[in-house]
């Protein structure tokens, strides 16, 4: 049985898609220059991912290509991974200096 | 407007209002609730598009570990609004034009630049867990493998992160 996709509808087209997804990228980024907080910044980062997702997926079912969804599955395994090291890096900085603050992170700097 | 656009803009327009809010809300543990409702209506735009097996994905990758995660790392953090510092309005101010200018650079360029094919005729069945895993287990077999290794050393290397060391804490 298949069902029907969204394109099938005449008013809905690929551009749509790449209008939502380009705003939700742009909102990530947003987050990603507004805050201080390493957390909240994180999950911008993860925002944009699923925006880039979410075209990927509109393409494959666009061109009727199952690769494009597939590429989406590894995009997920590798942010969950990345998630997993990403916060146990924020853990262990924040048992170091009691924060995750990224203005304080400046032992670089001087 | 028939029911799908009207589907597909809701879902829209609901997940924009969530990212915005995880964006500016004071609360981390608020942001993680609104990426979490903003994950929720990607995954329903995941079956409009027909993905259902990425829709089930999503639903367990994101709202089943990786929120669960972020929710612990902020309850061990202790976190809160009190604690939450902001940038100068300086910043933020030139942090929303260039997000602005972008966002509007990359519509307009992929509206001009016209690279888009038209469809393909209609195969049965693309997001199915039955044609996804064909060519998930044939095409990409070698793909798939290296990420369960991945998944491992990521879990080695997580462990032995968070693991305290006396010697190495410069604080």
Redesign the interface.
């Known amino acids: 049985?298949?069902?029907?996709?969204?394109?099938e509808?005449p008013?809905?087209t690929?551009?749509?898609y790449?209008?939502?997804s380009?705003?939700?990228?742009?909102?990530?980024?947003?987050?990603v220059?507004?805050?201080?907080?390493a957390?909240?910044i994180?999950?911008?980062v993860?925002?944009m991912l699923?925006s880039v997702?979410?075209l990927l997926?509109?393409f494959?079912?666009?061109?009727?290509?199952?690769?494009g969804?597939?590429f989406?599955?590894?995009t997920?395994?590798?942010?969950?991974?990345?998630?997993?090291?990403g916060?146990?890096?924020?853990?262990?900085i924040?048992?170091?200096?009691h924060s995750?603050?990224i203005?304080e992170l400046k032992n670089l700097k001087n | 407007m028939s029911g799908q656009e009207i589907i597909f803009w809701a879902l829209s327009t609901i997940a924009f209002i969530c990212a915005i809010y995880t964006v500016i809300a004071k609360n981390p543990i608020f942001s993680a609730i609104s990426l979490l409702m903003c994950f929720a209506c990607i995954a329903g735009h995941y079956l409009l598009l027909n993905a259902q097996f990425l829709f089930i994905v999503h639903i367990i990758v994101y709202a089943g570990a990786i929120m669960v995660l972020f929710l612990t790392t902020l309850m061990l953090m202790n976190l809160n609004d009190e604690t939450e510092k902001h940038k100068p309005a300086i910043a933020q101010i030139a942090a929303i034009v260039v997000s602005v200018v972008m966002g509007l650079i990359l519509i307009v360029a992929v509206h001009k630049a016209g690279l888009i094919l038209p469809a393909k005729p209609v195969t049965q069945g693309v997001g199915m867990i039955g044609s996804l895993g064909k060519v998930l287990l044939d095409e990409y077999f070698y793909p798939f493998e290296f990420i369960s290794i991945l998944l491992l050393s990521a879990m080695v290397g997580v462990v032995l992160l968070t693991k305290k060391d006396k010697k190495t804490e410069y604080k």
């Open positions: 049985m298949t069902l029907l996709t969204i394109f509808n008013h809905i690929i551009n749509d790449i209008a939502v380009t705003v939700l990228f742009t909102i990530g980024v947003l987050g220059l507004y805050r201080r907080n957390i909240t994180f999950m911008c993860e925002l699923n997702n979410l997926v509109a494959s079912t666009y061109h009727h290509d199952t690769s969804q597939v989406v599955f590894f997920m395994a590798v942010a969950a991974a990345e998630v997993a090291v916060l146990a890096i924020l853990v262990t924040f048992r170091n200096i995750v603050d203005d």
